[in-house]
């Protein structure tokens, strides 16, 4: 099965502490979408990368948060002295071309992040 | 920007009746619309899709309609089973390349 695949699924971590969160997109696609989503809340975008650029980071905080997909290796989403408030579920998604265009995007089964 | 609304938040039906669940976009350029079911402690994942060229598509029990000229777009689901019971998401293209989600549609099929 080469679906989207992150890690970890769960995460703990320390106020201050940094996180970080991995996606491999599916086979063959190079659009990546980070998503957050609070308990009981819907779907925020944060982030959409092709390889090696970023390309609409409006969703994302302006500070303590930075995302990548480089040539090689997963696409990652780092946290920075992470606060309780961090806590939620990440998701990734992927998509063979632009979204816009109307290719689907597929969702991994998403990383959470516990802040204690 | 795009704003994509979804009613209602709530919806409880007996099983074997039928759901709908509605969403309206802002951004008539938009041609794309999924929809995707959350099951509890799992990803979203994409149950049916329609574009700009097609008012209506069905996969067995599910079905989803879409009015350009009003911009909104409903998701029918008939028969309902007790599995059906999900939090239900809308979405639409907005700018480049990034999807907006509606707020979820939390489905209980009671049995």
């Known amino acids: 099965n080469a679906g989207v695949m992150q890690n970890p699924r769960h995460l703990v971590r320390r106020r201050g502490q940094e996180a970080r969160l991995r996606c491999s997109p599916m086979k063959g696609h190079s659009h990546v979408y980070w998503y957050r989503q609070l308990p009981e809340e819907g779907l925020k975008f944060m982030v959409y990368?092709?390889?090696?650029?970023?390309?609409?980071e409006s969703g994302m905080p302006k500070e303590r948060f930075s995302a990548e997909f480089p040539k090689e290796g997963p696409s990652i989403l780092r946290i920075q002295q992470v606060v309780r408030g961090d806590s939620a579920a990440y998701f990734c998604?992927?998509?063979?071309?632009?979204?816009?265009?109307?290719?689907?995007?597929?969702f991994g089964e998403g990383s959470w992040l516990t802040v204690v | 920007g795009e704003n994509v609304e979804q009613h209602p938040s709530t919806l409880s039906v007996q099983e074997g009746d039928s759901a709908v669940i509605k969403c309206t976009y802002s951004d008539s350029a938009s041609n794309y619309f999924p929809w995707y079911k959350q099951e509890l402690g799992k990803g979203p994942q994409l149950i049916i899709d329609?574009?700009?060229?097609?008012g209506e598509k069905k996969d067995q029990r599910i079905a989803v309609t879409l009015n350009k000229t009003a911009k909104h777009f409903s998701l029918h689901i008939t028969e309902t089973q007790p599995e059906d019971s999900a939090v239900y998401f809308c979405a639409a293209p907005f700018s480049i390349d990034q999807f907006y989600f509606g707020t979820g549609t939390s489905l209980t099929v009671i049995p």
């Open positions: 990368l092709q390889k090696e650029n970023i390309i609409d």
């Open positions: 998604a992927s998509s063979l071309n632009s979204g816009r265009t109307g290719n689907t995007i597929y």
């Open positions: 329609i574009r700009s060229n097609v």
